[in-house]
C-alpha cells in the first residue's frame, strides 16, 4: 500500500522560543561548518564498481519516496537507518512517517540499521567513520524527479547533518541549487551538505542515485568532517 504525505506544518518557533535557545556545543559545531561552506567534498572515494554490485543485490527494495496524490514525481528510496521495527522497505519520507504515526517522528529515534545496510559494502569505511547514525536512505531520481524548494532545517540547534553521496556521475543531468547557487560534484564522493539554506533538486535523465546519510550534529562528528574535507 503506498503511503502519501502528509503536509507538513512549520511550528510556532516564537512561542517555543526558550526551548530550542542554541547550546554552546550547538554554536561551536554551526561556526565550524559554517567556516569549511555549504558544499563540501570530503576525502572518501566510493568504488562504483562495487556500489553497482551492491545496488544489484537491493534493487528490488526501492519504493516510492514521499509520493503526494496528483503530483508527478519519479522518486525512489531504500531505507537504510530507521527507527525500530524498519524494514529497508519502509517509506523514508518524514512526511511519511507522520501520515503513518500521526505525529512527525524526530531524526534521533531513526538510529536502528536495516538490512540493506550489510548489503551496501562500498560504503563501510565511511559507516566505521562517524557516529551516531540517523535516518538515512538510498533514493534514485528519475526524469522529472525533484525536489521543490525547502529547508531541512531552519534552527542553529539542529539536532543532524546531512552528508550526500553522489554514485556515478549525474552531473548534467541532476540540478542541486543551494542558496541560489547551482551546484556541481565529484562523481562517486560524499559531501557535507548545508541543507539549512534552501534547496532543490530535479532530475532530466534516470537512475540518479544518491546516499542521503544524516549523522548527529555534535562536536565529535564536525571534527571527523574537518578531518576529512578536500
Request: charged share 25%; aromatic share 14%; hydrophobic share 35%.
Amino acid at each position: 500500500m503506498t503511503v502519501y504525505a502528509a503536509k507538513a506544518q512549520k511550528p510556532d518557533l516564537y512561542e517555543c522560543r526558550d526551548e530550542i535557545f542554541p547550546s554552546q556545543e550547538d554554536i561551536a559545531c554551526e561556526l565550524q561548518l559554517a567556516a569549511l561552506g555549504d558544499w563540501v567534498p570530503l576525502d572518501f572515494k566510493i568504488d562504483y564498481d562495487l556500489w553497482k554490485k551492491n545496488e544489484k543485490a537491493i534493487k528490488h527494495l526501492y519504493r516510492p519516496f514521499q509520493p503526494t496524490k496528483g503530483v508527478m514525481n519519479d522518486r525512489e528510496s531504500i531505507l537504510v537507518y530507521g527507527m525500530e521495527g524498519d524494514t529497508a522497505t519502509t517509506p523514508s519520507g518524514l512526511d511519511q512517517y507522520k501520515a503513518k504515526l500521526g505525529y512527525r517522528p524526530p531524526e534521533q529515534l531513526f538510529t536502528h540499521p536495516t538490512e540493506a545496510h550489510s548489503q551496501l559494502t562500498c560504503m563501510n569505511e565511511i559507516f566505521e567513520y562517524f557516529d551516531d547514525w540517523t535516518r538515512s536512505f538510498i533514493v534514485k531520481l528519475n526524469s522529472g524527479g525533484h525536489y521543490p524548494y525547502h529547508r531541512d532545517h531552519c534552527r542553529i540547534n539542529r539536532e543532524t547533518i546531512r552528508l550526500i553521496v553522489f554514485f556515478g556521475d549525474s552531473n548534467g543531468g541532476l540540478d542541486w541549487e543551494v542558496d541560489g547557487k547551482n551546484m556541481s560534484w565529484y562523481p562517486n564522493r560524499m559531501y557535507y551538505v548545508n541543507t539549512m539554506k534552501r534547496h532543490r533538486l530535479s532530475a532530466w535523465q534516470k537512475d540518479c542515485a544518491m546516499g542521503v546519510f544524516t549523522v548527529r550534529k555534535n562536536w565529535s562528528n564536525v571534527t571527523r568532517i574537518m578531518s576529512r574535507y578536500l
